[in-house]
């Protein structure tokens, strides 16, 4: 099994920064990518940015320029740096990992982000 723990969301005005972390333990070794998605109340959960093992991203086209995904594997974390936030950026932010073992995707409990305008 694969455990996730996010941190780092919080309450920032419109034109600020967040950076999320989302700390994996467990079979890390089964892991083949992770990412980040969000859920906004009344709409379905999306993805927001996504990073392989080695190292290939992808974003959503409403974060491009704007966020950024990392990894640390000396920690088996991955982070979110996100800037110029948006009001419509605000949602429960939820971490993501893939297990090629069992091909299913396991979650964290999700972080809150809510900007002001």
């Known amino acids: 099994q694969v455990q996730l723990v996010e941190s780092g969301g919080g309450l920032v005005q419109a034109g600020g920064s967040l950076r999320l972390s989302c700390a994996a333990s467990?079979?890390?070794?089964?892991?083949?990518?992770m990412g980040w998605y969000r859920q906004a109340p009344g709409k379905q959960r999306e993805l927001v940015a996504h990073i392989t093992n080695d190292g290939k991203t992808n974003y959503a086209d409403l974060v491009k320029g704007r966020f950024t995904i990392s990894r640390d594997s000396a920690k088996d974390t991955i982070y979110l740096q996100m800037d110029s936030l948006k009001p419509e950026d605000a949602a429960v932010y939820y971490c993501?990992?893939?297990?090629?073992?069992?091909?299913?995707?396991?979650w964290g409990q999700g972080t809150q982000v809510t900007v002001s305008s």
């Open positions: 467990g079979i890390i070794f089964e892991i083949s990518a």
């Open positions: 993501g990992a893939y297990v090629y073992g069992s091909s299913t995707w396991s």
